[in-house]
């Protein structure tokens, strides 16, 4: 299984980015996938998060204080893939974002996968 990330760049204060993940390989289920931060000298931190749907459930969705408002996390089930479309992005939001994703891989147990990381910058 693999993650990749897309989207990142340099982008004024104010101004929007989207970003993609896109999950291949031996997939049976993606369950919960997400989106992490990692600025210069600072932990990991998540950033935005999606559940799956169940039989009688809709996915739900879970925010950092710092970019509700801002930030929208969602996913396409089809082509297994997340994105975060990320509006009026601040000097603060500037990072490494990385993907984060549980899937239950064909035949195989559940894991924990990360993408390589895509790096955003917004200057002021």
């Known amino acids: 299984v693999q993650l990749v990330e897309s989207g990142g760049g340099l982008v004024q204060a104010g101004g929007s980015l989207r970003l993609s993940c896109v999950a291949s390989g031996s997939i049976s289920r993606i369950n919960n996938i997400g989106w992490y931060r990692q600025a210069p000298g600072k932990q990991r931190e998540l950033v935005a998060g999606?559940?799956?749907?169940?039989?009688?459930?809709?996915?739900?969705?879970k925010y950092a204080d710092s970019v509700k408002g801002r930030f929208t996390i969602s996913r396409d089930n089809a082509e297994n893939t997340v994105y975060l479309q990320m509006n009026s992005l601040e000097p603060e939001d500037t990072a490494v974002y990385y993907c984060n994703a549980i899937i239950r891989v064909r035949e195989g147990p559940i894991g924990d996968y990360w993408g390589q990381g895509t790096q955003v910058t917004v200057s002021s």
């Open positions: 999606i559940t799956s749907a169940g039989i009688t459930s809709t996915s739900s969705t």
